[in-house]
């Protein structure tokens, strides 16, 4: 949605790419997709000029709203922060532990086994389980503008033995993450849920024998904080955590 909303407001796909940042085949390729699923173009297109379709147009209306001010989860590699600061979200659904001096860190929503995703011919496709200490001898993907304690709390930089964890391609979307991952790549340690909603067949998920599920709570600002919000931390709390 976010790759729809920009180019729905530069209406020119090489801009879209720069801001993003992704390649203009990249941008090309999501936005094809996307009109397969809903079986109409969304944009006209011509050798001079890019122009929503009605269709995309409602979209367009419907996306702004629902991504105006509401609750939103953390898909993409991104600052806990940033989306509350700039007034994208309200409240944020990240994983945790969260250090930030004017972030309210609430209940947790839920916690996540962890999984190692490798593609089908690598050669720990075959194992029944990973481990921590694998991931010194494969590299993992890096993201981008996220502080360092967040990100080490998703992958650690070392493993319980101290050998280094080597964080290397920078990546801002799942999909160019399992796709480093299915060329072999790299290896990338992810919550149990990635593999329900990015099952792909060309890429094995092996469980963790020795990693900690991982926790995601609900964020917002403390200056943002109101009746709203605190309900439905409260309601949270009352359900407690849902452990998948």
């Known amino acids: 949605m976010e790759i729809f909303l920009t180019l729905a407001e530069e209406l020119h796909f090489g801009r879209t790419a720069e801001r993003l940042p992704l390649t203009h085949a990249r941008v090309s390729q999501v936005i094809k997709k ?13 050798s001079r000029r890019v122009r929503l379709t009605p269709i995309g147009e409602q979209l367009g209306t419907i996306s702004g709203r629902s991504t105006g ?24 659904v990240a994983w945790l532990p969260v250090e930030e001096p004017d972030l ?10 962890r999984v190692l995703a490798v593609s089908v011919d690598h050669e720990l496709a075959t194992r029944p389980a990973a481990s921590i200490e694998m ?11 996220v502080p360092d304690y967040w990100a080490d709390g998703f992958v650690p930089p070392h493993t319980p033995r101290g050998h280094r964890i080597v964080r290397g391609p920078l990546v801002t979307h799942m999909e160019d993450l399992l796709s480093l991952v299915s060329l072999g ?16 067949p060309d890429i094995t998920w092996l469980p963790f024998a020795d990693f900690e599920p991982l926790s995601h709570g609900l964020l ?3 200056e943002s904080e109101n009746a709203a919000i605190r309900a439905l ?12």
Not at 34 to 46: M, N
Not at 81 to 88: A, F, I, K
Not at 104 to 113: A, H, K, R, S
Not at 135 to 145: G, M
Request: aromatic share 8%; glycine share 6%; hydrophobic share 40%.
């Open 185 to 200: 790549e790299v290896v990338n340690a992810l919550p149990a849920h990635s593999a329900r909603y990015w099952n792909r």
């Open 104 to 113: 309210i860190v609430g209940p947790v929503l839920f916690t996540d086994p």
């Open 233 to 244: 931390a409260q309601t949270v709390r009352d359900f407690g955590p849902l452990h998948l």
């Open 220 to 222: 917002w600002r403390a």
């Open 34 to 46: 996307q009109e397969r699923a809903i079986g109409s173009d969304l944009f006209y297109r011509t």
């Open 69 to 92: 001010n509401c609750t939103r989860a953390c898909g993409e590699p991104a600052s806990p922060s940033r989306v509350l600061r700039d007034g994208t979200a309200d409240v944020l």
């Open 135 to 145: 991931l010194a001898d494969f590299q993992h993907t890096d993201a981008p503008q």
